[in-house]
C-alpha cells in the first residue's frame, strides 16, 4: 500500500521545511511513504526546498494556473506514481501532519473512498466571528447541494483512494474543495469526515483577498456544480416561479371572463403567457441539460477506464513539465 502526500505550493519556499517536518514518515497499515508538491508558477526557491529535503516528486507548471488545475495536475502525478492513497495539506502547515493517520484510516478499513478533515472552527483564534459564521453557513449550503453531512467543505485537508482520484473532474478554475465535493454526492462515492486540529497562522491564506470576494466565489462554484450535477432538479426550480405566477395571472384573467369583465384585462393574459411560455422553455433546457449530464456520466465512466489502463502503467519520471 503506497501513501503519496500531495502539496500545491505557490513560492512558499518560506514555509515549506516547517510543513514537510511535520509530516508522517510511517503509519500501520502503510508499506511506503513518498511525497510530491505542485509548483504552480513559483518565482522562488520552492523546488530547491523541496528537492533538498527529499521529496521524490515535484509536477511544475511554468506559470501560475491556480489551486483548481494544481490539485487536478498533483492527482495525475501522484497516480502516474502508483499511489494507492493519496493526501492532499496545506505547504503554510495549516493542519497537524499527525492527523494524516486519522484521515487515511477510513480508506484502509474499506469505509470510504474520500475523507475529509474537519477544522474545529469555532476553536480557531486566527478566523473573525465573520468567517467562522460563513465557513458553517457556506458548509450547509455545500451539504445540501451535495446530499452529504460533510461539516467543513472548504478544507484542502483530505484523503482519496486511488478509485475516487480517478474519478474526480475540476471543471472550475478557482478551487476543488467545493466541486469535488458536489460531484462526490452526486456519483455517489462514499464519503466521510474525520475531526482534525490546525496549527497556528504562519501565513494570511492566499486563496482570497477579502472575506466577501471569498464568499461570492465560492456562491458561484457551488451554483455551478450544482447545475452541472443535478441539472433537471435546478431547472425545474428555476422554471417553477415563472409558471406559478403565469398560472395565477391566467385564473385571474378567467375569473374576469367568467364575469363578462376581460376586456381590460387583455394585457396580465399576455403577461400570463409570455411566463408561462418562458417557465416551459427553462424546463426544456433542464431536460436537455439531464440528457447532456447523462452522456457526461458516460464519458465519465470511459475515462475512469482509460484512466485505469494507462496508470497500471507505473512511470519511473517523477517530474512532469506542463
Known amino acids: 500500500m ?84 493519496i493526501v492532499n495539506t496545506d505547504a503554510d502547515d495549516q493542519y497537524k501532519g499527525e492527523d494524516i493517520e486519522k484521515i487515511v484510516r477510513p480508506i484502509l478499513d474499506g469505509e470510504a473512498d474520500i475523507v475529509i478533515g474537519a477544522r474545529p472552527i469555532d476553536d480557531t483564534e486566527h ?18 447541494a451535495s446530499s452529504t453531512t460533510i461539516p467543513d467543505a472548504p478544507s484542502g485537508f483530505r484523503a482519496f483512494s486511488r478509485e475516487a482520484a ?5 471543471v472550475n478554475d478557482y478551487t476543488y474543495t467545493l466541486e469535488t465535493i458536489v460531484q462526490a454526492g452526486r456519483e455517489k462515492i462514499p464519503m466521510t469526515s474525520v475531526p482534525i486540529r490546525t496549527n497556528a497562522e504562519l501565513r494570511p491564506s492566499r486563496l482570497f483577498k477579502s472575506i466577501w470576494g471569498y464568499v461570492k466565489k465560492s456562491m458561484i462554484t457551488i451554483l455551478r456544480a450544482y447545475v452541472l450535477y443535478k441539472p433537471l432538479k435546478a ?20 375569473w374576469f371572463m367568467a364575469h363578462g369583465t376581460s376586456g381590460g384585462h387583455v394585457q396580465s393574459l399576455i403577461l400570463g403567457c409570455t411566463l408561462i411560455i418562458i417557465g416551459f422553455l427553462i424546463f426544456v433546457i433542464g431536460v436537455m441539460a439531464d440528457t447532456l449530464a447523462a452522456n457526461r456520466r458516460i464519458l ?23
Open 127 to 144: 478566523f473573525s466571528f465573520v468567517k467562522k459564521k460563513l465557513q458553517h453557513f457556506g458548509s450547509w449550503i455545500v451539504r445540501k
Open 2 to 85: 503506497k501513501l503519496i502526500i500531495q502539496i500545491p505550493c505557490y513560492n512558499e519556499a518560506e514555509t515549506l521545511e516547517v510543513a514537510l517536518n511535520d509530516l508522517p514518515k510511517h503509519i500501520d497499515g502503510i508499506d511506503e511513504i513518498e511525497y510530491l508538491i505542485i509548483n504552480d508558477g513559483s518565482k522562488d526557491n520552492t523546488v530547491d526546498v523541496a528537492r533538498k529535503w527529499g521529496v521524490q516528486n515535484i509536477v511544475s507548471f511554468k506559470q501560475n494556473q491556480g489551486l483548481a488545475k494544481g490539485f487536478i495536475a498533483g492527482l495525475d502525478g501522484c497516480l502516474r506514481s502508483g499511489a494507492d492513497i
Open 300 to 322: 465519465q465512466d470511459v475515462q475512469f477506464h482509460v484512466k485505469s489502463m494507462e496508470y497500471m502503467r507505473r512511470t519511473a519520471e517523477n517530474q512532469f513539465e506542463i
Open 235 to 254: 431547472f425545474s426550480l428555476l422554471c417553477l416561479p415563472f409558471l406559478t405566477v403565469g398560472m395565477a395571472i391566467g385564473v385571474r384573467f378567467l
Open 166 to 170: 480517478m474519478k474526480l473532474n475540476v
